[in-house]
């Protein structure tokens, strides 16, 4: 198929607070999609971005822009006018999973197990009463919670809320990065990330998962999340048979709910009764060195490049528009 990708884009970059790590993961993209013998050019998600594709007569594009710009379905919709095929999923499916309130909401009602949760506006505590809905929240969830942001990822703004006097910090802070803070009851367990990818008849198939740990330093810390060196990664995942089944029918099943397409990423915590429970979904996984697509890729024996460039392929061939 690679044959066929004649002038494709890798978009990374933009303006959001994960800028940086877009760029690894564009550069990433680039490269392996040049190992499979498709020269793909990297472009900034800026001002120009959409006058440049057009201009260089692009045929399809891998979008590695992470955070709100590239996942909150508003790239996609640009790209969409503009009559450029991408991978990815389309943009209302984007708002779906990019809004952990509404992932959650629609997971649960799909039957999926999901940690209870509170959602607060900035807003409302401003003006309400602090104390109270402090107070409320841990009545409803206990402690420890997790504070993270609604719409976000990478870890930024997350916090492990232990101690009830640190939770209005931790929501203060969460605050500084989204409008809606998610309050989720803590759930111990492994920490896994499943990546799911489509064949070419559209068919959604989860890749092995990969367990994430940070031994020596807070489970949400950015830095360690993209530290080879801080971070541990087991791949397969280990857990057991039955586990890992349940593991990646969540992942597959999540993907549909949220409509989601080519490829998505859902991350979940197994209990030790052998549980998934699902946290978020990510529409565009990243590609450092400790990201689980490359890593589950190679797993299963397949390089990177080759299933880039395939999913550009059934881009091409499938074209854009809302």
């Known amino acids: 198929m690679s044959s066929d990708l004649a002038r494709v884009a890798v ?112 807003r409302s505590f401003r003006e309400l009463s602090p104390t109270q809905i402090i107070r409320s929240v841990l009545d409803e969830l206990g402690l420890p919670v997790v504070v993270k942001p609604a719409t976000s990822g990478s870890t930024l703004g997350m916090s492990l809320v232990s101690d009830a006097a640190d939770l209005p910090a931790a929501l203060v802070r969460c605050f500084t990065f989204g409008d809606v803070a998610l309050i989720e009851r803590y759930v111990t367990g492994k920490t896994v990330e499943t990546v799911v990818v489509e064949d070419a008849d559209g068919v959604p198939g989860a890749l092995p998962p990969a367990e994430f740990a940070n031994p020596d330093v807070s489970p949400f810390s950015f830095e360690a999340r993209y530290s080879a060196d801080l971070i541990s990664i087991a791949l397969p995942a280990p857990l057991s048979a039955e586990s890992t089944a349940r593991v990646k029918q969540t992942a597959e099943t999540v993907h549909e709910v949220l409509g989601l397409r080519d490829l998505s990423r859902t991350d979940v915590v197994v209990d030790e009764d052998g549980t998934p429970w699902f946290l978020e979904a990510a529409i565009s996984p990243g590609l450092t060195e400790t990201s689980v697509l490359p890593l589950a890729a190679a797993e299963i024996g397949r390089p990177l490049g ?16 809302l």
């Open 11 to 122: 978009i990374a970059g933009g303006l959001s607070n994960e800028r940086e790590v877009s760029w690894r993961s564009g550069r990433r993209a680039q490269y392996a999609l040049g190992q499979a013998g498709v020269d793909a050019t990297l472009y900034d998600a800026d001002e120009t971005l959409l006058d440049r594709l057009k201009a260089d007569r692009i045929e399809a594009a891998y979008l590695a822009v992470h955070g709100a710009s590239g996942e909150d379905g508003s790239l996609q919709t640009a790209l969409d006018l503009v009559g450029i095929p991408y991978v990815g999923s389309p943009p209302a499916s984007c708002h779906l999973a990019w809004d952990k309130v509404v992932a959650k909401v629609l997971v649960a009602r799909a039957g999926l197990p999901t940690p209870a949760w509170a959602a607060i506006s900035a």
């Open 306 to 321: 080759e299933l880039l460039a395939d999913l550009m392929a059934t881009a091409k061939g499938r074209g854009a528009g």
